[in-house]
């Protein structure tokens, strides 16, 4: 190379390190002005979101003719096929799936992610942001919030903050931070476009945050923050007719992931309260045809007997207005409160009675809303860890005088899983003698974190071990 084209490449590189050096200083210079950057929230927040693998077996009808339209829609819609499954080979099919999660608390290793993320998993892998793994443990789920409860045994975790959630407005700038399509943690922006939608499934409890962040398959269970860095919700399912993200997602608010936890970490399940109602909305219509000065509420229109709102003196064309304190606008709302409330809770009940105002103190009431001790007939409010048991009565059984009988069982429950079929027949808590579903009731409440369970089957006696 000649002198003058060393000396001419000599002076290019100085202006372009002193061009590249004026660049960088006026970048720094332009971020201590304000040009706004998510960066700094982030790297707080990233290291709270994880990425779940699930492996799912697959019907043993599949393994030799794959036909997908045989599938449940949660496997078609979250789960890829394995290549192996559908070759002979194969004794053992499965399925694949991708989602994410939120550590909410670092000491316990609890993990929040959707209920249709690891629904019938036979293994849950949790993948860290610094890129460790660990096997999760189900601690319960919950099908009608899409919301379920891991925890894994790891040092070091980062948590987030829940946020206050009545502080989110409509235009509020938010974050989702997710595992995409599998393909590792991703970040999106956007804004809230709306509070307390519901109506997607009419079976589910529902109060979803809209968003516009791009949310796609796999971010499911990941987060929803605020500009703080503060978790709202998690993001739980997107309107699409292709699969892909068209700016309509939605997430599970904060205060109900909240509540849900509560219940999943207390019985691993959650154990539904019921005012023993049927409401609708207070429409303009409705409310003219009742001649009563409300704007909102939830219209009673039939009473269970023996219920928790009979035994609160609650009249059918009673418009409920609010409860404990909180103002209840739709029928829709006062399911979703009285649904996440513990079972026997007081609540203080607000409404309306004609031109009167009233309230009226209820004892929140289990299966079909009855009020404890409302009810003779303990087949009705025998439930035990998503077990439903009656007293066993007389020449019920060829193998026991005395116990309980289990009549049916949620097979995602935790009693399905230690093995209680229906038909059982219960005649030991703890290894202490029961009688009948009140006497089973009693042994319950006096167990501890485990109960040995001494059960009849087919005439043989077995020990079954129930968290």
């Keep these: ?19 590249m050096s004026q660049g960088m200083a006026l970048s720094e210079e332009a971020r201590q002005q304000g040009i706004p950057t998510l960066a700094p929230m982030l790297e707080t927040v990233t290291p709270a979101v994880v990425n779940i693998r699930v492996v799912k077996s697959m019907p043993t009808s599949t393994r030799f003719f794959f036909n997908s339209e045989e599938l449940p829609d949660t496997v078609k819609r ?11 080979r194969d004794p053992r099919p499965f399925a694949q799936g991708a989602g994410s999660g939120v550590i909410i608390d670092a000491n316990q290793g609890y993990i929040v992610t959707n209920h249709h993320v690891i629904d019938d998993a036979a293994t849950i892998t949790v993948q860290l942001n610094d890129g460790r793994t660990r096997e999760a443990t189900l601690i319960g789920s919950d099908s009608e919030t899409d919301v379920a409860l891991l925890q894994i045994d790891a040092d070091n975790l980062t948590a987030l903050e829940f946020a206050d959630i009545d502080t989110v407005q409509v235009g509020d700038y938010v974050v989702a931070i997710g595992n995409p399509f599998g393909i590792g943690q991703t970040v999106t922006s956007g804004i809230v476009s709306a509070l307390g939608r519901n109506g997607l499934n009419n079976n589910n409890y529902e109060d979803y945050i809209q968003t516009d962040a791009a949310i796609n398959l796999g971010n499911s269970g990941g987060a929803l923050v605020d500009m703080e860095g503060h978790l709202i919700g998690i993001n739980t399912v997107i309107l699409s007719g292709n699969g892909g993200s068209n700016g309509v997602g939605f997430a599970v608010p904060v205060d109900m992931v909240e509540a849900v936890v509560t219940h999943l970490e207390r019985d691993g399940e959650v154990r539904r309260g019921l005012l023993g109602v049927n409401i609708v909305n207070a429409t303009p219509e409705i409310i003219e045809s009742l001649d009563i000065q409300v704007d909102a509420g939830a219209v009673v229109t039939r009473i269970m007997a023996d219920s928790a709102a009979e035994r609160a003196g609650l ?17 829709r709302q006062l399911r979703n409160i009285v649904g996440l409330m513990r079972r026997d809770q007081t609540v203080e009940l607000t409404f309306y009675r004609g031109d009167q105002r009233m309230t009226a103190d209820a004892v929140i009431g289990g299966i079909e809303g009855r009020a404890p001790g409302a009810d003779s007939h303990p087949a009705n409010n025998g439930d035990f860890r998503g077990a439903q048991l009656r007293s066993l009565g007389p020449d019920s059984s060829e193998f026991a005088d005395t116990g309980v009988e289990v009549v049916r069982i949620d097979p995602q429950s935790r009693a399905a899983t230690a093995g209680i079929r229906p038909g059982d027949i219960i005649t030991q808590v703890n290894r202490r003698e029961i009688q009948d579903l009140p006497a089973f009731n009693a042994a319950i409440e006096e167990g501890g974190s485990y109960y040995a369970l001494t059960v009849i089957r087919e005439g043989q006696p077995m020990l079954l071990f129930v968290p």
């Design 1 to 19: 190379m000649g002198h003058k084209k060393l000396s001419a490449l000599l002076v290019g590189l100085t202006v372009l390190i002193a061009w």
């Design 315 to 331: 009249q059918i064309s009673d418009v409920i207005v609010g409860i404990d304190g909180e103002e209840v606008n739709s029928s």
């Design 78 to 88: 979250f789960f890829e096929q394995n290549p192996n499954v559908g070759r002979e």
